[in-house]
Each structure stands twice: as structure tokens, then as C-alpha cells.
């Protein structure tokens, strides 16, 4: 049997309404800037991470979540002061991934949703570290108490955000 | 079915693998590290310069292998035609210095015959030596056909050698002033006090005839008399070495000025014309010519053979001044 949503007869892929990907990445972009001249509690929120993380497990295809991701990752970087590629390369793999898990597994349970963006999230900030102590040679320290209260935040932003996104779903 | 799964199984890794491919070059565009280097000038510089080194060692090591062990014939060929050329250039490098050498003596002869060109003379190379311990002669390549003649006077620029005693075709043979049977007529350069040199077959010569109350010291010139007629007057016959008061006349040893252990070219004196007073020739630029330059004058004879006793014998009696030899 083939492990793929087009071909998985247990899997449903959702369609969504032209225009709700771009316009919800659009959204995520600017509520992120907006939000992040709000301190730090604010400032662990990861929107655009959480549109990857949905639409990723949405579309279960992993070219189109990779894609999707890598999309969002350059765009957050073009607004922000990292170099073009950080966020890029990270939700690319957050996207990869979330799409691949999404292809096989039910998401739409809240535990499920819950666990994987608390895994997602810790995968995203991996793949940031790597980079940047690699590619940008900064120190930085991967496991602090920090990691997993911004992990908390945004699993909670994601059980709040994810049933919004539901709604704009094409009914199948 | 499950064969056309695997390629597309394998497309969205692929994607992937692409998407983050980009991303990581494009990060690299932007990153500069230290000295302001772009990371991807980095990354590249680091990936081909093992590669490069790689390249030339080995390059480098099959080289030296062919080189070191599988060329050696050829290199042992080389080997053998430097050795070759190496003692053909030695052998030739000696031949030149000796050349040179000669050079340097020719042009001391051609010295002293440009100085005197009233004085006819040839030069002689030196062919032999006396084949006895016991008397001091050599052979030199000139004879009657070059005009030599009897008690003709032998010299080198640095001093007297020695006379002609016997006259072949075309050598003649020379005794030396250093052989016991040698006698020459000399004075001291500064009291003109006069003597008999005598050869006593060994490397010094005597001076005789000369009172004790004579002041003689070390280093002093001792010069020709002219009174043997075979020598001209004032030419250099050796330095005083150490004198000492005898019975009835003094005892002074007398080193020759000329190199009688080293001669290999002379003067033949065709005439008994005295030469000015001239110790040492300056040298020339050019050698002596092979072949007797020299003529004599028409207002002077060849050599004075008739008219004066052979010095082998005796020294020609002076008035008064030069006892005969016994």
C-alpha cells in the first residue's frame, strides 16, 4: 500500500480556498513583526512556524510542504536581520517533515496536534542552532529553560490557531 | 506498483535535499567571515585546495618514481657520460693552468728581451738534466743551427743560469753555475768588491776570494764582474745568505737568484754585449716567440769562443784581482 495522501484511501487531504496559504503566510508574517515589539513572552510566539506545521500536515505531500516552508522561512528572513536561508532551511525541514508524518498519520486530533507542533518546534530550533554555529559561527546553546517554554507557547498558539484554519477549508 | 513507488519515494528527498541546498548557498552569498571572505570563497578554497594538494602529490610521487627507479637507466647513462666529461674537462683545465703558467714565464723572458734589444738572444726550453747526482747540467732545445756556440751565457730574466759547455745539432748542453766545475766573476752590487762565484754541486754557492775585513751582510746582490767574459757585467747572480770569517778568505754562501730547481725556459746570450743594469725584467702581455728572435749585431761577434779560454776549465784571469781557480 502506498504511503502517500493521493494514494492512502484513509487519508484525506484537504483543499483549501484560493488564496488562504498566501494570505495566512502573508498574516503570520505581519502579526509576528507586530507581536515582537511586545517583550519577551510575546516574542517566543512562532506564527509563521505554525502556518508551516499546518498546512504541512494539511496537504500531506512533502514536496509541497518543503516548498511551502522553505517559502515562508525566506520571506521571514527578508523582514528580519538574519541572512536570507536561516529560517529558510529550517522550515523546509519542518515543512518536509510535518508533510511526511501528515501523509501517514491522523492529525486532526488535538493530542496529536499538540505533540507533534511541541516536536516540530524542538526540531525547528535544532535546525537554527546548526546553522547558526555552523554557517554564522555563533555560540549558541541549544537546551535552556527558554526551549521549552516558547516550545509550551506555541503548542498552545497552535491548539488555539490550528481549529481557526480549520475553517477555511474547502468542505470535501 | 511498487517499482514506480521508488522513484517517486525518493523525489520529495530529493526536493529537499535541493530546497536546503539553495538555501545553504544562498546563506553563504551573505556570510562573511574573518578578513571579510564571503563563507562560500571559504568553503570553496577549502574544498579544492586538499584536492589540489592531492593532485600534486601524486603527480609529484609518480614522478619520483619514474624518475628514481624506473628511469635509472637513462640516469645511470648520464652518470656515465659526466664522469667522462668531467675528466675531459680536468684534463683540460690542467693543460690550460700549465699554459698559463708558461704564459706568465714567456712573457717574463719577452720582458726581458724587449728591454734589451740591443742584445741578441733566443729563448731555449729546458728538454733534460744531468742524469748524475754529482754535477748540475741541463739540455735545452736549441743547438748549431740556431747559432749557439760554446761559452755562450745562459739566462733568465730573474738571474744566471749557467753557460753552454757543448753544442749538438739542435740541443746543447748547459752547466749550471751551481756545478762544482762552475766559475763566474762577480762582485758585490754596493762595494763593487770583486770574487769568484763557484758552484759546489749543491743548492748554495761560494764566494770567493773575498777578505774577511770585508763588511758582508745577509741580503746583500751579488752581480757579474764581466771579468770571465762569458757573462756581461752586472747581471744578478744571487743574495748573500751567511758569511763568516775563514782562512784566508772568507766563507759566504750565496743563494742563486735564479730558480735553477724550476728552469724550464732560457735566455741564450749570443753576444758578450753587456745588457743595462737590470736585476728583473718587467713582464709582457705576449710569450717569447718559439723560434731565436734575436741576431746578432753586425758590430759584435756571436759569441767569443776563440778568443777567450772555455770556462769549464778555469775563469778567465782578470788583472790582478781574480786569482785562478784550482
Given at each position: 500500500m502506498s504511503a502517500y495522501a493521493h494514494a492512502e484511501p484513509n487519508i484525506e487531504v484537504h483543499k483549501f480556498y484560493g488564496g488562504t496559504i498566501s494570505v495566512a503566510t502573508f498574516l503570520s508574517l505581519v502579526l509576528q513583526a507586530f507581536l515582537n515589539k511586545y517583550g519577551a513572552w510575546v516574542g517566543f510566539l512562532e506564527l509563521p512556524l505554525l502556518i508551516t506545521i499546518y498546512f504541512g500536515l494539511s496537504r500531506r505531500n512533502p514536496a509541497t510542504g518543503l516548498l511551502?516552508?522553505?517559502?515562508?522561512?525566506?520571506?521571514?528572513?527578508?523582514?528580519?536581520?538574519?541572512?536570507?536561508?536561516?529560517?529558510?532551511?529550517?522550515?523546509?525541514?519542518?515543512?518536509?517533515?510535518?508533510?511526511?508524518?501528515?501523509?501517514?498519520?491522523?492529525?486532526?486530533?488535538?493530542?496529536?496536534?499538540?505533540?507533534?507542533?511541541?516536536?516540530?518546534?524542538?526540531?525547528?530550533?535544532?535546525?537554527?542552532t546548526v546553522i547558526e554555529r555552523a554557517l554564522l559561527d555563533r555560540p549558541v546553546a541549544f537546551f535552556s529553560s527558554k526551549l521549552l517554554i516558547a516550545a509550551l507557547i506555541n503548542t498552545a498558539a497552535g491548539l488555539l490557531l490550528f481549529p481557526l484554519l480549520d475553517r477555511l477549508r474547502k468542505p470535501s | 506498483m511498487s517499482m514506480m513507488e521508488l522513484p517517486s519515494r525518493q523525489r520529495p528527498l530529493t526536493l529537499l535535499a535541493i530546497v536546503i541546498g539553495l538555501q545553504v548557498l544562498l546563506l553563504a552569498f551573505q556570510i562573511k567571515r574573518d578578513h571579510d571572505v564571503r563563507l562560500v570563497r571559504v568553503w570553496a578554497v577549502d574544498i579544492l585546495t586538499p584536492l589540489q594538494r592531492s593532485g600534486t602529490w601524486m603527480i609529484s610521487s609518480v614522478h619520483a618514481v619514474w624518475a628514481h627507479y624506473i628511469d635509472l637507466r637513462r640516469t645511470g647513462v648520464e652518470n656515465d657520460r659526466l664522469h667522462s666529461e668531467l675528466g675531459r674537462l680536468q684534463l683540460r683545465n690542467r693543460e690550460l693552468e700549465s699554459r698559463a703558467v708558461e704564459a706568465d714565464r714567456l712573457a717574463l723572458l719577452l720582458g726581458f728581451h724587449t728591454a734589451n734589444p740591443d742584445v741578441p738572444m733566443v729563448a731555449a726550453q729546458v728538454i733534460g738534466a744531468n742524469a748524475d747526482a754529482s754535477s748540475r747540467t741541463i739540455f735545452i732545445n736549441r743547438g748549431d743551427t740556431d747559432r749557439l756556440r760554446k761559452n755562450m751565457a745562459v739566462i733568465t730574466p730573474d738571474g744566471i743560469v749557467g753557460k753552454v759547455v757543448e753544442v749538438y745539432q739542435d740541443t746543447s748542453q748547459v752547466l749550471l753555475i751551481t756545478d762544482r766545475e762552475s766559475g763566474v766573476g762577480a762582485l758585490f752590487s754596493g762595494s763593487r768588491t770583486h770574487g769568484v762565484i763557484k758552484g759546489m754541486s749543491e743548492p748554495y754557492l761560494l764566494m770567493d776570494y773575498v777578505i774577511n775585513e770585508e763588511k758582508v751582510a745577509p741580503g746583500q746582490e751579488i752581480l757579474t764582474s764581466g771579468e770571465d767574459q762569458i757573462f756581461p757585467k752586472d747581471l744578478l747572480i744571487g743574495t748573500v745568505v751567511r758569511s763568516k770569517n775563514g782562512n784566508p778568505f772568507s766563507v759566504i754562501n750565496v743563494r742563486p737568484a735564479a730558480r735553477l730547481d724550476r728552469l724550464e725556459e732560457v735566455l741564450v746570450l749570443l753576444t758578450r754585449r753587456d745588457t743595462p743594469n737590470q736585476k728583473k725584467a718587467e713582464p709582457a702581455v705576449a710569450p717569447v716567440p718559439a723560434t731565436g728572435a734575436a741576431t746578432p749585431s753586425a758590430a759584435t761577434p756571436v759569441a767569443p769562443v776563440t778568443t777567450t779560454p772555455p770556462a769549464t776549465k778555469s775563469i778567465s784571469k782578470p788583472p790582478a784581482t781574480t786569482p785562478e781557480r784550482p
Amino acid at each position: 500500500m502506498s504511503a502517500y495522501a493521493h494514494a492512502e484511501p484513509n487519508i484525506e487531504v484537504h483543499k483549501f480556498y484560493g488564496g488562504t496559504i498566501s494570505v495566512a503566510t502573508f498574516l503570520s508574517l505581519v502579526l509576528q513583526a507586530f507581536l515582537n515589539k511586545y517583550g519577551a513572552w510575546v516574542g517566543f510566539l512562532e506564527l509563521p512556524l505554525l502556518i508551516t506545521i499546518y498546512f504541512g500536515l494539511s496537504r500531506r505531500n512533502p514536496a509541497t510542504g518543503l516548498l511551502l516552508g522553505g517559502t515562508i522561512g525566506v520571506l521571514q528572513d527578508a523582514v528580519s536581520h538574519t541572512p536570507i536561508g536561516t529560517y529558510g532551511i529550517a522550515k523546509t525541514v519542518v515543512g518536509y517533515m510535518a508533510s511526511s508524518i501528515g501523509s501517514r498519520i491522523d492529525t486532526e486530533h488535538p493530542l496529536a496536534r499538540a505533540a507533534l507542533i511541541f516536536l516540530f518546534f524542538h526540531v525547528h530550533q535544532a535546525v537554527l542552532t546548526v546553522i547558526e554555529r555552523a554557517l554564522l559561527d555563533r555560540p549558541v546553546a541549544f537546551f535552556s529553560s527558554k526551549l521549552l517554554i516558547a516550545a509550551l507557547i506555541n503548542t498552545a498558539a497552535g491548539l488555539l490557531l490550528f481549529p481557526l484554519l480549520d475553517r477555511l477549508r474547502k468542505p470535501s | 506498483m511498487s517499482m514506480m513507488e521508488l522513484p517517486s519515494r525518493q523525489r520529495p528527498l530529493t526536493l529537499l535535499a535541493i530546497v536546503i541546498g539553495l538555501q545553504v548557498l544562498l546563506l553563504a552569498f551573505q556570510i562573511k567571515r574573518d578578513h571579510d571572505v564571503r563563507l562560500v570563497r571559504v568553503w570553496a578554497v577549502d574544498i579544492l585546495t586538499p584536492l589540489q594538494r592531492s593532485g600534486t602529490w601524486m603527480i609529484s610521487s609518480v614522478h619520483a618514481v619514474w624518475a628514481h627507479y624506473i628511469d635509472l637507466r637513462r640516469t645511470g647513462v648520464e652518470n656515465d657520460r659526466l664522469h667522462s666529461e668531467l675528466g675531459r674537462l680536468q684534463l683540460r683545465n690542467r693543460e690550460l693552468e700549465s699554459r698559463a703558467v708558461e704564459a706568465d714565464r714567456l712573457a717574463l723572458l719577452l720582458g726581458f728581451h724587449t728591454a734589451n734589444p740591443d742584445v741578441p738572444m733566443v729563448a731555449a726550453q729546458v728538454i733534460g738534466a744531468n742524469a748524475d747526482a754529482s754535477s748540475r747540467t741541463i739540455f735545452i732545445n736549441r743547438g748549431d743551427t740556431d747559432r749557439l756556440r760554446k761559452n755562450m751565457a745562459v739566462i733568465t730574466p730573474d738571474g744566471i743560469v749557467g753557460k753552454v759547455v757543448e753544442v749538438y745539432q739542435d740541443t746543447s748542453q748547459v752547466l749550471l753555475i751551481t756545478d762544482r766545475e762552475s766559475g763566474v766573476g762577480a762582485l758585490f752590487s754596493g762595494s763593487r768588491t770583486h770574487g769568484v762565484i763557484k758552484g759546489m754541486s749543491e743548492p748554495y754557492l761560494l764566494m770567493d776570494y773575498v777578505i774577511n775585513e770585508e763588511k758582508v751582510a745577509p741580503g746583500q746582490e751579488i752581480l757579474t764582474s764581466g771579468e770571465d767574459q762569458i757573462f756581461p757585467k752586472d747581471l744578478l747572480i744571487g743574495t748573500v745568505v751567511r758569511s763568516k770569517n775563514g782562512n784566508p778568505f772568507s766563507v759566504i754562501n750565496v743563494r742563486p737568484a735564479a730558480r735553477l730547481d724550476r728552469l724550464e725556459e732560457v735566455l741564450v746570450l749570443l753576444t758578450r754585449r753587456d745588457t743595462p743594469n737590470q736585476k728583473k725584467a718587467e713582464p709582457a702581455v705576449a710569450p717569447v716567440p718559439a723560434t731565436g728572435a734575436a741576431t746578432p749585431s753586425a758590430a759584435t761577434p756571436v759569441a767569443p769562443v776563440t778568443t777567450t779560454p772555455p770556462a769549464t776549465k778555469s775563469i778567465s784571469k782578470p788583472p790582478a784581482t781574480t786569482p785562478e781557480r784550482p
